[in-house]
């Protein structure tokens, strides 16, 4: 059996899979430590542990000692590259990409058959990256995601006060709630537009888009397919030694 790990910056992915095929899945936040105690049962029929992340070198430290504890088998962590296959980075020091953003364009590529698309993950950072038909990475963007938006008005705005509300519409405001939560919107919206015409100008078919506001940039007008586990996907298929064609 192999468990499988995408550590982001606030919470974590995991699946345990059997022959290719999903045994069990959840989620949980770092706190948590990498919520081990929900596959903990299967602790003696680990075989493998593969780990996509992109929290600080003393938080990986502290994952890999919480899965030691747990399990006995191997804990192999996965970077982005600079290629794989056909898929080509367009990053000079693959370093400096996050394995994230690597893994989902190959989970994406997975689920598209080919190049030709553009890869969301709306997290904590919201990232953006298009892959040309031929494979290559043809670059990004990284912006905030919402949380990150509503903190930095929160603790850099100080007479800005506001309550959570779930907006979906980005007409102007009447309240300073509606001004900043319906603004989000508005940002989404312009995000999507966007994207939509960068795939357009550079021959792009399909968008994959993965994160905890997907959903969100979906009700924004979002044309995409939303796969929740992308980057699980494509760490799974990196760990297996998978290539594009």
Not at 74 to 103: C, Q
Not at 169 to 197: D, F, N
Request: a negative charge; glycine letters at 12%.
């Amino acid at each position: 059996m192999k468990l499988l790990i995408d550590a982001g910056n606030t919470r974590i992915k995991w699946q345990l899979r059997a022959h290719g095929e999903l045994v069990r899945k959840g989620y949980a936040t770092l706190s948590e430590n990498g919520g081990s105690h929900d596959w903990e049962p299967w602790a003696d029929s680990i075989e493998d542990i593969a780990v996509s992340t992109v929290i600080s070198e003393a938080g990986r430290q502290q994952l890999q000692v919480g899965l030691e504890d747990t399990c006995s088998a191997p804990v192999t962590f996965h970077w982005a590259e600079s290629r794989r296959g056909k898929l080509i980075n367009a990053y000079g020091d693959v370093r400096r990409m996050g394995a994230d953003r690597w893994h989902a364009m190959c989970g994406a590529w997975r689920v598209t058959g080919a190049g030709g698309f553009a890869v969301v993950d709306a997290g904590s950072a919201i990232t953006v990256d298009y892959v040309a038909r031929s494979g290559a990475h043809l670059g990004g963007y990284i912006l905030p995601g919402k949380q990150m938006m509503l903190r930095s008005l929160k603790q850099d705005a100080a007479r800005i006060g506001f309550d959570s509300l779930d907006a979906e519409y980005g007409s102007p405001g009447a309240s300073t709630t509606e001004c900043v939560q319906h603004g989000l919107v508005w940002l989404r919206e312009a995000m999507v537009k966007r994207i939509h015409q960068d795939c357009s100008a550079l021959g792009l078919d399909q968008v994959v888009v993965t994160g905890g506001d997907a959903s969100g940039l979906m009700v924004a007008g979002l044309s995409a397919a939303h796969d929740p586990y992308l980057v699980l996907n494509g760490l799974a298929a990196v760990d297996e030694g998978w290539e594009p064609e």
